[in-house]
């Protein structure tokens, strides 16, 4: 492979550190094939090593055998999402296409659930097998008993015979164990998300950036990274909330090591402080709000004297961080946050961060949140018939009136173990590794026996995918059409995903695999007609793009869709139900909720125990990246943070091995301490997404640790069914 390793770990080092490289100037794949006299084809499409989807394009070459081989992965410098950059993990998608351990062909069970063993069967085989399956469980229980996991691109497509068969249990762990609780608590308040990939904060412009958790270079999506390196770069205030001294804290002007759990209170004292001493926005809180007399008086109570001592931060400290959001405002932004499932109060911590942007007057100005683009998309089905109503109602939304449509899976969860309201009994398991992504491991397996039928479809043989019946496997995002994604950024845009090589062994692609499953289960009228690539022609038909020059470069935009910032004749639309943004929320009070966010204290760690947290490793994402050989190779284990101070009264030292073991005695794999000035002394901290328990994955398997063995305690959210998981205490147990 003419993409050394050597080279990979050069540049991989690099945007781990922060410092992205660029590439080669690029307009048209073909023009830059001829020019280079045609041995290579360069494929633009859209990276899926995480969700960002950045436009990558991909160098093809032909290797000895005359076979195409994918070399080089770069940044799509036409495409917003990466600006000519990828992070470490989009350059090595080429070790997820090249990973030996990838599922290869189709394979059912033979043994009992979870101990691995399989047989290899043809596709036609696991069709068969699979729908016959499938109708027995229709026949006895309804289609309303089969349900799925999912998250990513290949979950749409399952979407589609889910709803087709009757259905409508679907649930996404990126709503509830992640960013939903955040839309939901936005949506109340401002009408709108703010923003998914990407959260619409305007970072480069921005005169102060307040983070809480957000660990910006840790958490690495790509455009927004580098727009915080553009930040720090030209000055901006950066203030760092977080009980860690994290990379972004290391960029900070002012790190606030605060007592983890206590951020509303930091909030609400902060709108306190910037309300008495008049330093919000007066005009767009009259013009644009409702709620504010009343937002006034609640938050009164919340003193810096109070705060300091609840957040266990200097009162200064607090006092002057209010002073400089008021000073700059509106050209600042407090971060939303994407993972917020954090102490099961966070609708309303989320709802504390809308609210302090909303009196400072950050929506709709320059460095703070841009205004949603204006490009319109026309709606394009592909004549495909319309979904019957479910056979009975979904319960992926449990008693949580803002639970969103994204669904719950802890609720589906919860549902194949008790049988209420109606049994679930068949789990399609679409790019979610759910051991991973679900806290509280013991229920997930005890949901698992439940079923009479678990599907996975996966690239990789997963924790969870090795306990399913039938095993469909996937070709990675190199090998496959996935179709037109809207890219909404400042302006609007589309992007693609198309294959820079044919898929490998036997495996599929997700579209496929779905459409010949409707197929078999009479459904023949949802299965794609032709193939992808000609719905995604139709489809850019449809929105009045030209396809064929959008399969040359990656990323077309809509014109004059950029409208980001406020002006006379470019006014913001709030689409809540006063038109304006709710400082005050009618609707929580009608359920019952607060309908101006209170502080609300959490659980403190015994003695001797500290509290669990979590984030993200800068080269890998979640768990699916841990096998990368390359991504491996730059970071093979995770370490358990410790403070210096506790190290030294527990006698441990820096490197050593010793277990975690929970509140509920459930004691982790063995994982190296990293004894650290860096963190707190009330908590330690470990990146999520090792600790593999999958025997097939030769590189992850007992890797490090798993912070989701741990997370054996949730909260849920009461307004949105949200999972706090950073309610799990440990303590250290020395002989490993
Ligand atoms: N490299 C990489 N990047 C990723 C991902 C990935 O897997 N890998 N995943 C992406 C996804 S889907 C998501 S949702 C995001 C998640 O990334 P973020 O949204 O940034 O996650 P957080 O949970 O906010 O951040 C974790 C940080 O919160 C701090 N923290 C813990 N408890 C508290 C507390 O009580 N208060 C405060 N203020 N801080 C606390 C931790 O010390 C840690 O530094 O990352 C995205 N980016
Ligand atoms: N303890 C703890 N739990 C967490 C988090 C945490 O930080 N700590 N983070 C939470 C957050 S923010 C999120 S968003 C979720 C993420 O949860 P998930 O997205 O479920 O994350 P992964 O564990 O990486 O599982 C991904 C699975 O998809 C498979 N996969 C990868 N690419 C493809 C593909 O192209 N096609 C198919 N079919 N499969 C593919 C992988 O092999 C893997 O089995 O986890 C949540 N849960
Ligand atoms: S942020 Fe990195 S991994 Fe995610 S899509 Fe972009 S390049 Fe790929
Ligand atoms: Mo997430």
Known sequence: MAFSRRNFLKYAAMSAGGTLIADT?????????????????????????????CGAI???????????????????PLHPQSMGKLCARGQAGIGQLYDENRLKRPMIRTGERGDGQYKEVSWEEAFNYTADKLKAVIEKYGPESIAMLSHGSPGDYFTNLLKALGSGNIAFSSFAQCKGIRDAAWELTFGHKPGSSCERVDLKNSKVIVLLGTHLGENMHNSQTQEFAEAVGHGA???????????????????????PGTDTALLLTWMNIIISEELYDKAYVEQYTV???????????????????????????????????????????????????????????????????????????????????KGKFASFNDGYPKYSDPAKDPVIKGDYPFAGGEGLTQVVRDTTITGQP????????????????????????KAIANLDLMIAVDILPSETAMMADVILPECTYLERHDGLFKVEVREAGVGLRQPAVE????????????????????????????????????????????????????????????????TADNQPEFKTDSEKIELFSQKLEEHNF????????????????????????????????????????????????????????????????VRLENQDK???????????????????????????????????????????????????????????????????????
């Open 666 to 736: 459930v004691v982790s794999d063995p994982i190296q301490v990293k004894v650290t000035e860096r963190i707190r002394r009330d908590c330690v901290y470990m990146v999520h997404g090792f600790g593999h328990n999958a025997p097939r994955l030769s590189r992850a398997h007992k890797s490090g640790a798993d912070d989701q063995q741990l997370i054996t305690r949730y909260k849920v959210d009461p307004i949105t069914g949200g999972t706090g998981m950073r309610v799990n205490f440990v303590k250290i147990i020395k002989e490993a």
């Open 422 to 445: 109606y049994p679930i009994k068949a789990w399609f398991i679409c790019g979610t590794d759910a051991m991973k992504a679900l806290p509280d491991q013991r229920q997930t397996l």
């Open 594 to 657: 607060d309908p101006v966010p209170k502080y609300e204290p959490t659980d403190e760690p015994e003695k001797g125990m500290y509290r669990l947290l979590y984030g993200r490793s800068p080269v890998h994402t979640f768990s699916r990246t841990i096998n990368d050989q390359w991504l491996w190779e730059l970071h093979k284990e995770n370490q358990v943070w410790l403070n210096k101070k506790e190290a030294e009264s527990l006698g441990v030292k820096d490197r050593q091995y």
């Open 25 to 53: 100037p690029f307009l048209s794949a073909r023009a830059r094939a001829e020019a280079e006299g045609g041995n290579v084809r360069y494929v633009p499409t859209s990276c899926e090593m995480c969700f960002w989807k």
């Open 237 to 259: 205030k950066i203030i760092c909330v977080d009980p860690r001294y994290s990379t972004a804290a290391s960029k900070a002007s002012l790190w606030l090591p605060i007592k």
């Open 291 to 373: 709620g504010f007399e009343q937002l006034k008086e609640s938050v009164q109570q919340y003193t810096p004297e109070w705060c300091a001592k609840e957040t266990d931060l200097p009162e200064a400290d607090i006092v002057a961080a209010a002073r400089d959001l008021g000073r700059y405002a509106p050209n600042v932004v407090i971060h939303p946050g994407r993972h917020v499932a954090w102490y099961g109060n966070d609708a309303q911590r989320s709802r504390a961060t809308a609210i302090l942007n909303a009196i400072l007057g950050t929506w709709g100005r320059p460095g703070g949140m841009w205004l949603p683009a």
């Open 58 to 76: 991909a160098k093809v070459e032909k290797n000895k055998q005359g076979e195409d081989v994918v070399v080089k992965l770069e940044g799509n």
């Open 503 to 566: 898929p490998m062994y036997d495996t599929k692609p997700a579209w496929w695999i779905a459409s010949e499953l409707c197929k078999k289960m009479g459904l023949a009228d949802f299965a794609v007609k032709d193939s992808w690539e000609a719905r995604m022609r139709r489809q850019a038909t449809a929105w009045g793009i030209d396809y064929d020059k959008l399969a040359d470069t990656g990323y077309v935009s809509l014109p004059d869709s950029a409208f980001p910032y406020i």
